[in-house]
């Protein structure tokens, strides 16, 4: 892997204090106009710049909530690591696991420098206060919804993530990096999951398709609703890159191929490519549905909060013991 | 640069290769056997320990001991796999149909793993028990006359090292962490310390695999060794053995991996890992 740091170099403590946005000269309108121009020339913002309140909050908003993200999307797939069927697998899922973990504690330690503490981060998303992404609010079923979620939904979060490593907040964009190398093995982890079934037995090719069938929806609602361009706050600050309309025609264009060559059905009658237009036609997604999900009213949101809440609870006595000032040993 | 995690792991991976190849014909058919049996209680103490590992995964007190633990697991399961692949080799079987297709009383894991998960001083204790017995146990098959297994120790040594360190970190800071984790770290202690010498039941065929320098000294002399050092770092750190709370049974080897009936927590591990296996009769995964 390349170094992200040689891509990406970060400049001097005194050449960023040279950045004009830092000259305390200057009117708080001036340095604001300065660190549009920074961030529309595609220039990165380090976490000890100065930087605008509405650009600070965006940033931890939109990291906060991906950070959640991964920690709710081990418990759809921690419990399938106990069912993994042969050695291969279960080191390979209990690899893929671990790794949204690290992807939680990476991001987390993101947030965390723009000035909100880890243990605030998780205590808001335990009372429901903050959100995670709508696949992670549903139930996991069968050893099929294993290989749809390492192909299609970790795939859907690539596309994403990819357009992520342009982001002008520095630490996010350099992070995604490393976090689209990881995924990226998780969908070839899950393609190969998948395409074992498919050449197996009857039973088993149901069970993927079964799968696809319920997980379709959301995997058409994850990047959100279309949205207006120019209104929209966080392609203002190139916190991201794309419109999620641009996302999901990328995911469609590089998937429904893929799931279709595998001999799969997707569910959508209406889907298909619009050559004239240049883009994939569907079938409107439950927009109704995505809201009442990611407020906490999906199928699973209040019991995963639960465990987690009841685990949390259970071992505050681990992190009190580990973050109290050391006591020496008795003799 | 320094290398990611996934990078690492697949160093640590490949660290541990498929079982180098050997000729069986040299073997005699009781050295076979009690060769057998030996891998197969190392390889099930590995695979159920990884088990309870990746029992954290998600839900560790801190996110960096949830990645600590996962690699834990996935070590712990590696090694298992190499045991099992090396079974396989020597019984003409196939590693996954070991693992995963026995039914529940086939299991030969010693009874420290028959414990649930529980809280994480319990997890802590068991495996500090087990990893500073493990390492005893290692330690006599390092010279091992049959040389694909003293080729796998070598490395599952290197790894295993790692392990012991953190837990004994773990097992000290609990000890010094004030009066709470004193205490539940004491409760695991008692409560496991009965098992504690479980990993060194005595093999059927012992004397075979000693005579042959496959096993370099008695199952009951390594307890022996083990529970000396055990008492003494224990001893260390005011935990008493005798005549303090970690007391109960004295711990045996006896009947360390024979059970009448499986433990009620391997039931519920072994319907959970054998779930999709059995799903489909004869499928591929």
Sequence with gaps: MTDPLALDPVLSPEERSRLPYHDPDLSHEERYDAFVEHVHAGRKVEARDWMPDEYRNGVLRFVEMHANSELMGVLPEREWIMRAPTLKRKLALTAKVQDEVGHAQLLYRVAEDLGKPREQMLQDLLDGKTKFHNVFHYPTRSWGDVGIIAWLVDAAAIVAQQALRESSYGPYSRTMKKICWEESVHIMHGRDVIVTMMSGTHTQRGMVQEALDRWWGPLMQMHGPRSDRSKDRDLFWRIKAKTSEELRQEFLSIYVPRIRELGLEIPDPVLHYDEGAGRWEYSEPDWNELRTVVTGHGPMSQERLEFRRLHHAESAWVRATVLAAPVAAAA | ?285
């Excluded at chain 2, 360390?256 to 890992?273: I, K, M, T």
């Design chain 2, 1 to 285: 640069m320094t290398a990611t995690p996934a990078e690492r792991r697949v160093t640590r991976a490949s660290a541990v290769p498929d079982v180098p190849a050997f000729d069986t014909a040299g073997l005699d058919a009781p050295v076979r056997e009690a060769l057998a049996e030996l891998l197969l209680t190392m390889a099930d103490d590995e695979f159920v320990l990884g088990f309870w590992d990746s029992e954290w995964t998600g839900i560790a007190p801190m996110l960096e001991e949830d990645v600590a633990f996962s690699s834990l697991a996935q070590d712990e399961l590696g090694h298992a796999r190499v045991l099992y692949e090396m079974l396989a080799q020597l019984t003409g079987g196939d590693a996954d149909a070991i693992a995963f297709g026995r039914p529940v009383d086939g299991y030969r894991h010693c009874r420290l793993l028959d414990h649930p998960r529980t809280d994480w001083a319990f997890s802590v204790a068991r495996r500090w028990l087990y990893d500073t017995a493990d390492a005893v146990r290692l330690g006599a098959l390092r010279r091992s006359s049959f040389a694909p297994l003293a080729e796998v120790v070598a490395k599952i040594r290197r790894e295993e090292t790692y392990h012991l360190m953190h837990m004994d970190v773990w097992l000290r800071r609990l000890a010094g962490g004030g009066e709470e984790p004193r205490r539940r770290l004491e409760d695991a202690l008692a409560k496991l310390w009965p098992d504690a010498l479980s990993p060194f039941a005595p093999l059927a065929g012992e004397h075979a695999l000693l005579e042959a320098g496959i096993l370099g000294q008695p199952m009951a002399e390594l307890a022996e060794r083990h529970l000396a050092q055990a008492t003494a770092t224990l001893a260390g750190l005011g935990i008493a053995l005798a005549g303090g709370r970690v007391t109960g049974s004295p711990p045996s080897t006896v009947d360390g991996r024979d059970r009448a009936v499986p433990a009620e927590s391997f039931r519920w591990l072994w319907n959970e890992f054998t779930m999709v296996h059995r799903s489909e009769e004869g499928a591929t995964w």
